[in-house]
C-alpha cells in the first residue's frame, strides 16, 4: 500500500518509552515495591492510591521527564519505522503536547530536555527531519492545532483521548498504538499494538 502524505507521531509513549526509568525511581524513592510491574500505568496507579499520591506522581514525572530522561529508551520497532518512511520519501512530523516546566518539582525545561534526547540520537540526520519537524505545545489544543496545520494524513498516538477528541481534525486518520485491548473503539480509530504491524500497514 503507497500512501505519499504527511505523518504525525506522538513523542511521549509513542516514540520514547519510560517504563524502565519510572520503575527505577519509583522504586528508589520507596513509593512502589518490586511487586508492581515494570509499566508506566502500574506504577502511576500505585502512586496515585498513597496519601497524597497525585502530587507525588506529578513530581516522579517533573523527574523522569526532566532530570532523568536521558535515561529514556527508544521504543522498538520506531527506528525501522522511520527509515521506512525515509526511503519511501514520506513526511514524518513529531507533535506532542508537552508543558515547558513540571507542575511540581525542579524548573527544567523539558522541551529542551526531549529535543536533547532526540539529538543525542541522531533522529534529525538519521530520519531526515528537519528542526522545524519538532513540534512541542503546552496545551493539548496547540497539538491538535498542529496537527492540522502540517496537513497530516494520519496521526500515531498512545492516547485515544487524543484521537477522540472532539477539536481532532476531521480529515486525519487516527492510528492508535499501544498495548491497550482492542475492543470497543470508535469505528474511525485504527489500532495496533506493535510498530512492526503500523510499518506493514504503511508500506506492505
Known sequence: MKIDKNIGIDFDNTIVTYDDVFYKYAFELRLISRKVEKNKKAIRDAIRGLP???DKWTELQGMVYGAYMEEAGLVQGVGSFLEACKKNHFKVFIISHKTIYPAIGPRINLQKTAKKWLENRD???KF???DSDIIFKETLQGKLDQIAQKKCAYFIDD???V???P??????KKILYGQQENKGFPADIIHFKYWDEIEKYFFE
Open 52 to 54: 497524597g499520591g497525585n
Open 123 to 125: 533522529f534529525l540526520s
Open 128 to 130: 531526515d527531519l528537519a
Open 159 to 161: 492516547l485515544i483521548e
Open 163 to 165: 484521537l477522540g477528541h
Open 167 to 172: 477539536d481532532f481534525p476531521k480529515d486525519v
